[in-house]
């Protein structure tokens, strides 16, 4: 019997739409739209360099309330495959921007285009942007708020995004359990990827995932997690709190991006808005002790400023595009903290072993000889 075998699948072309995206600054950018898509969809209006991972970028809650521009100039080409390889259980930018959305999709993963998922679940998004003059604008003038709308809309006000506390909107509400490892990990849900869930469940661990505001510091446990998530991480006060109470009874603690800003704000750093923010899959990041450069996966628009951590911690990590701290640790508890990501999805795998970091801290801290 002869097979045919399909190579590319093809999604039909819907009927577009001219329309803006119009910056708070004034800037405004054309592109087309679906027709069906007539409403004004304002956010932070953000730029990935990333070639791929847009199916991960997409359903990473630390883009909550924010218009994601795609720098690559051809996305969706591989399609998007079922919910199990997604970061959380939906998409949660505002919008998304292309220069060339691709019709055709092959993998062997792939379910449906990634038109069709986006119209799926009411996520607006724009086509045929000069995705490299707006990435330029927002370069120099940094990241702003914007809207994409219909060519006719008057628009004359835009929300102050970074007022808002979006971690609230994406924290689990209850707590949940995962694993059934003799250590128990409580992983402080501000918007956590799941592939950070999948990696800490290497390890022989129960997790407890808990509300961003959730207090389990009269609760036995063996380590913290602390994870990212979307906004501006001063406007987490309650769980930076509940971080300064879990650190002083010297449990591990490991946290990523916001987790990094959460830990340094605990320890009484400060934390700044970067101009344009690092999102993209190859960030260097310079280990300082070994002097070994790692390329990084990084989703995030603030820092933590170096001057202001105590003589307790130290950088042990620096972003070589900018210097700016992609690493902390304190000098002699066990608690470390990263600003990229380490669990990758979508990005390198180089920097995993910061999860092995953790796992051995809780042993070491428990008394149990450690597994590697
Ligand atoms: N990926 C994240 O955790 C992002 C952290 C924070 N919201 C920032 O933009 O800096």
Redesign the pocket.
């Known amino acids: 019997m002869v097979q045919i075998r399909t190579y590319y699948k093809y999604s039909m072309n819907t009927m577009t739409l001219t329309a803006q995206l119009v910056l708070k600054s004034g800037e405004v950018f054309y592109g087309e739209v679906p027709v069906h898509q007539e409403h004004i969809s304002f956010g932070e209006v953000v730029f990935n360099t990333g070639m791929v991972g847009y199916v991960e970028a997409l359903t990473d809650p630390?883009y909550a309330g924010q218009i994601l521009v795609f720098t690559y100039p051809l996305i969706g080409n591989y399609g998007v495959s079922s919910s199990q390889s997604w970061e959380s259980e939906k998409i949660h930018v505002r919008g998304a921007v292309f220069s060339e959305l691709s019709p055709y999709y092959s993998n062997y993963s792939s379910q449906f285009s990634l038109a069709r998922w986006l119209t799926d679940q009411k996520i607006p998004y724009m086509t045929g942007v000069d995705t490299r003059a707006l990435t330029k604008c927002l370069r120099t003038k940094g990241v702003e708020p914007g809207a994409i709308a219909p060519m006719n809309a008057k628009l004359d006000h835009f929300e102050n995004f970074d007022a808002i506390n979006w971690v609230e909107e994406v924290s689990i509400k209850e707590p949940q359990y995962y694993g059934s490892g003799d250590k128990l990990i409580i992983a402080i849900d501000c918007g956590m990827k799941e592939n950070i869930l999948r990696s800490l469940l290497r390890y022989p661990v129960r997790v407890k995932r808990v509300p961003f505001d959730y207090d389990f510091t009269h609760e036995k446990f063996d380590g913290v997690f602390i994870s990212?998530?979307?906004?501006d991480?001063v406007r987490c006060q309650k769980t930076i709190t509940i971080i300064r109470k879990a650190m002083a009874l010297h449990k591990p603690a490991f946290g990523i991006?916001?987790g990094t800003?959460l830990m340094a704000l605990a320890a009484g750093a400060k934390t700044y808005k970067l101009p344009f923010?690092h999102r993209s899959h190859n960030q260097p990041c310079l280990h300082l002790m070994t002097n070994r450069c790692y390329l990084t996966s990084q989703?995030?628009?603030?820092a933590v400023d170096e001057a202001s951590l105590s003589s307790d911690w130290r950088v042990t990590f620096r972003n070589l595009n900018d210097q700016s701290v992609a690493g902390i640790e304190h000098h002699s508890l066990p608690f470390f903290s990263v600003q990229f990501h380490p669990e990758a999805a979508p990005g390198p795998e180089d920097t995993q072993w910061l999860f092995q970091k953790f796992f051995d801290a809780i042993c070491v801290s428990s008394g149990t000889p450690e597994v590697s």
């Open positions: 630390s990212n998530g979307p906004g991480p991006c916001l800003q923010g989703n995030h628009g603030y």
